[in-house]
């Protein structure tokens, strides 16, 4: 409140007049975009990371960011080489000139990290990465590159897409005996070649182990250090539980590749849940 003087027939009067309240105070800032309100990071504000997987993410209203917009943490795309060019999609007809690897991911992922990460006087002796997600810089986004085309053809073309990023120091990167985590967890899955991956060093660009046989201990292949995450086709592996509730024999399954995986340091991945009934999700 503030008193304000009133002229009433020649006589002045002093009345009490109410200050804006707290709602116009913020359209007022709002309106007037005040420095008071921006900070350089917000491309992500107010998104909690949650570890959900976009599988076949390009089919989104908009490939990689409608994800991030929900705070998912972890992207697919589906990659083909034709013609010494990437491109992202489901199949073949599906595929556009415009509708590369580097136009959907690889620039748009360069793009928001540079801008989570500005260079100026308060940054100056920061040592770390931020990643996407402002809410936790630390989380790092997770992309799967499932390669449709001859893996080994097209892994030297994906290494080289991938240049813009890692001369960035965006990729997380296992070498010497060392994993040094990144802003992004690039992993190979569909017919990404295994054997080239593992001659990889440095290597930062890992393998979607097969999550069904990780059960064996002297297969020491499997390490989190080469494969983070290992994957499986729920229907084959666990079996379709879309009606009615899932049996114990399935719950099991479940358990046992996820013990499996845990075991050796590394996450689990079901793709293909039942989606229909809506209830068996």
């Known amino acids: 409140m503030f008193l304000g003087t009133l002229s009433v027939l020649g006589l002045s009067v002093q009345v009490a007049r109410a200050a804006a309240g707290v709602n116009q105070q913020i359209a007022d800032l709002e309106k ?25 993410d390009y089919w989104r209203d908009v490939p990689l960011l409608t994800a991030l917009s929900f705070g998912v943490a972890s ?8 013609d010494g060019e990437l491109f992202v999609g489901h199949e073949m007809a599906a595929l556009t000139k415009a509708r590369t690897f580097d136009s959907l991911y690889v620039q748009p992922l360069l793009t928001i990290i540079n801008n989570q990460n500005p260079k100026n006087s308060f940054t100056s002796n920061q040592t770390t990465i931020n990643g996407v997600f402002d809410t936790s810089s630390g989380t790092p986004l997770q992309l799967l590159v499932d390669v449709k085309t001859d893996g080994v053809q097209a892994l030297p073309f ?9 001369s960035a120091g965006y990729l997380s990167t296992f070498a010497n005996g060392t994993f040094v985590q990144g802003p ?98």
């Open 32 to 56: 007037a975009n005040s420095s008071q309100l921006l900070y350089p990071t917000d491309f992500t504000q107010n998104i909690v990371p949650k570890a959900i997987h976009s599988h076949n």
């Open 75 to 82: 992207v697919e795309a589906d990659v083909w080489l034709v």
């Open 158 to 166: 994906i290494l080289r897409a991938l240049q813009p990023l890692r």
């Open 184 to 281: 992004l967890l690039v992993i190979g899955t569909g017919n990404s070649p295994l054997e080239q991956i593992k001659a990889l060093e440095p290597r930062d660009f890992f393998f979607d182990a097969p999550l069904t046989e990780l059960s064996v201990p002297s297969n020491t292949t499997w390490t989190p250090t080469l494969s983070p995450i290992a994957s499986t086709d729920y229907g084959v592996a666990v079996g379709v539980c879309g009606i009615g509730p899932i049996s114990q024999a399935q719950k099991d399954n479940i358990t046992k590749f996820v013990q499996d995986a845990d075991s050796r340091g590394i996450k689990s991945r079901f793709w293909d849940t039942p989606g229909w009934p809506i209830a068996a999700r």
